[in-house]
């Protein structure tokens, strides 16, 4: 479905039944929290009567690199949904028709998501549906009032402002004889009436434009959503509504997407563009990633000059195929189980193979608690193993973006991981880790600097020391591996003026808070191998889903702590442990979060970064609170929202004649689904 598709659709071969996320119970006062074996149930208004059984994990690696100061980017792509081993056992253990409703669930529910290209208004006429008055209407036009436009959130490489600091920036194409220019996508610069405005995080703070957003024609079209598959296409538009897209479908080139080879155009476009990458000279250099499929490689690589690279990384499952020392079992499995499209762009790898790799031993006696039952080379406990591997094998990038298969993104890609980058290397280091652990709810806190301040003043009367370099702790018989000079505060924590880490690239990145484990219910908060387990377990950090940037130094260091220590723990949990452990910047990217009801936000404020107990918070008893969000791994709403604006029916609202009576097409801003676990476009 759509333009990115499901990749499990593509691999037959390498489909599994996935392993579940486990949650922990709800509402059951049979249970204390050490009883960490439940779902959740949904709630009724988006409620397709499945559980939140599979949590299947497809990770995208976008890897970064340059040399010495300049970043590129590489993208790596793993398909965790087919490698996870089996299900883990899984009990329901309340009957939701006994249950009391979750207590959101009593708030107003939002509606104005659902508006269409016939309602935009322009930005400065929005009226988020928090605050919309009780007794007014939503105008509808009889065709949308503004004009699709080009979105292009890149640098003007012809300016002289860009030509005096960077070389120039050379058109990359898809094919080989140049026709065919990588594509633009279009949005319109507005904004539906009566949306709701995001909860947590903004657009501005990560330089992502406010004032647009996108329907499916303008988003995907250009990646064949809306043209025939013997063009080249996905065909998927055959039940839309097609009012207003009269600009687009005239625009865009349709392009045989089956004649395409990603790899060759990504080497294409950075052989083109070679010298903006090169240590030589006194002109600056640029960055380079790797994302996923059409829209990531093109918006990420192409579009900008080469900037991003794209791998792929696919797991095969069957161990017995030894790939790592067969070129030509590796190349037939390769061919077997990868569309061609992608085939250039792939690495294959194996549990089997990060077993050899990284030998261990990893010994149970070793372990704190394995809550999840299962090997520890299996990804679900070990998937950092195969991000580590990779970046062995690249050094050449300094920075990995660390993606899920199940995320997508409404808005462009380079927007939203260049803020990102740019708006992690601006912060300082001081209050980094206590800013990390807390929800920024703009419309209650303020901004950004308000919050900043209010996080350093509620340290402060807490009487607990900030955290300030690397973190100490005891480490046993085993030892420790010793932290960077480059990471030790130049000053004392009070004769800094947040000056430390302003301008450094940030080693972490993620779009959840970096909370402390300990501290909550989290049912893997202890899943910690390798150390002594004489002495108390290390302290650590944690981001639930793994969607992440990870710099060179912080994956060597992982790979050090893995390899040579015979360290790891739970994937969520490891990244960000040994960054706190070794005095590495990281950053939780206040990215806008949207939800499904009217919550009051002093409610929000206590519930997600005030919970009465630690096994209350939302990423533990309380992580119900995410179900109606757009960004967790067990939110209901976001997939609902996502295949809305797809134009398929959800729970019997929506799709193409809801749409033709309505506001037509639904029209998002930016916004970061998690997860998608199906697509249907009927």
Not at 299 to 319: A, F, I, R, T
Request: proline share 7%; net charge neutral; glycine share 6%.
């Amino acid at each position: 479905m759509g333009a990115l598709g499901d990749i499990s659709s593509y691999f037959p071969s390498l489909r599994s039944s996935a392993t579940e996320y486990h949650p922990l119970p709800t509402y059951d006062r049979r249970y204390h929290d050490e009883n960490l074996d439940s779902d959740f149930p949904m709630p009724t208004s988006w409620r397709r009567g499945r559980s939140m059984k599979s949590r299947r994990r497809l990770a995208l690696w976008l890897c970064t690199s340059s040399k010495r100061l300049f970043l590129f980017l590489i993208v790596s792509f793993s398909f965790f949904i087919t490698i996870l081993t089996g299900t883990l056992k899984t009990h329901r253990l309340i009957e939701e028709s006994k249950e009391a409703p979750y207590h959101w669930e009593a708030y107003p529910r939002l509606d104005g998501f659902y508006n269409g290209i016939r309602a935009l208004v322009a930005y400065k006429d929005w009226i988020p549906e928090q605050e919309w008055p009780s007794e007014a209407k939503v105008s509808t036009h009889n065709a949308p009032p503004f004009e699709p436009q080009v979105v292009d959130p890149f640098p003007n490489f012809t300016s002289a402002k860009y030509l005096q600091e960077y070389h120039p920036v050379q058109v990359c194409f898809l094919d080989e004889d140049e026709k065919h220019p990588a594509p633009d996508i279009y949005a319109y610069p507005s904004v539906p009436a009566k949306m709701a405005a995001p909860v947590f995080g903004d657009y501005e703070t990560l330089e992502i434009a406010s004032d647009r957003c996108y329907e499916r024609f303008g988003r995907f079209g250009p990646y064949g959503y809306s043209y025939r598959r013997e063009k080249g296409g996905f065909g998927l538009s055959e039940h839309s509504t097609y009012e207003g897209t009269e600009k687009v479908q005239t625009i865009i080139d349709k392009v045989d997407y089956r004649k395409v080879k990603w790899g060759k155009a990504q080497k294409r476009c950075s052989e083109k563009n070679k010298k903006r990458f090169s240590a030589k000279g006194d002109k600056k250099k640029d960055g380079v990633t790797l994302l996923t499929m059409r829209a990531m490689i093109n918006e990420l690589s192409l579009q900008s000059g080469g900037e991003y690279d794209v791998h792929l990384l696919v797991h095969v499952k069957d161990n017995a195929l030894p790939i790592w020392i067969s070129e030509e079992v590796y190349n037939k499995t390769l061919r077997e189980n990868v569309p061609e499209e992608f085939r250039d762009i792939a690495t294959l790898w194996s549990e089997r193979q990060l077993q050899t790799y990284y030998p261990g031993p990893f010994l149970k006696k070793d372990n704190v608690a394995n809550h999840a039952g299962t090997d520890i080379y299996g990804v679900y406990r070990a998937a950092h193993f195969a991000l580590q591997w990779f970046s062995q094998q690249h050094q050449e990038y300094d920075f990995v973006w660390n993606w899920e298969m199940d995320i997508r993104y409404v808005g462009h890609y380079y927007e939203l991981l260049n803020g990102a980058s740019n708006w992690a290397a601006k912060q300082p280091r001081k209050f980094m880790w206590e800013r990390n652990s807390r929800f920024w709810i703009p419309d209650y806190h303020g901004p950004w600097q308000n919050f900043s301040s209010l996080v350093a003043k509620e340290t402060a009367d807490s009487g607990k020391a900030p955290v300030w370099g690397p973190v100490t702790f005891r480490a046993g018989k085993y030892g420790v591996l010793s932290s960077p000079k480059v990471t030790k505060p130049p000053t004392t924590f009070e004769e800094d003026n947040y000056e430390w880490g302003v301008g450094e690239a940030a080693d972490l990145i993620t779009f959840d808070p970096l909370f402390d484990p300990s501290k909550s219910g989290w049912v893997f908060r202890d899943d910690v191998t390798g150390y002594d387990t004489s002495v108390p377990t290390p302290p650590r950090r944690a981001a639930i889903v793994t969607v992440e940037r990870l710099s060179r130094r912080l994956l060597n260091t992982m790979h050090e702590e893995t390899w040579r220590m015979h360290h790891t723990m739970f994937p969520e949990m490891w990244a960000p442990s040994i960054a706190f452990h070794h005095g590495y910047k990281a950053l939780y990217a206040p990215h806008p979060v949207y939800f499904d009801r009217k919550w009051p936000l002093d409610v929000v404020d206590k519930t997600f970064n005030k919970p009465s107990t630690p096994a209350d918070s939302p990423f533990g008893r309380g992580e119900h609170n995410m179900q109606g969000g757009t960004f967790y791994y067990n939110s209901g709403f976001s997939g609902a929202l996502w295949r809305r604006w797809l134009g398929a029916p959800e729970n019997g609202e929506g799709g193409r004649k809801t749409e033709e009576s309505g506001t037509g097409r639904m029209c998002l801003r930016p916004i970061l689904h998690h997860p998608i676990k199906h697509e249907v476009v009927e």
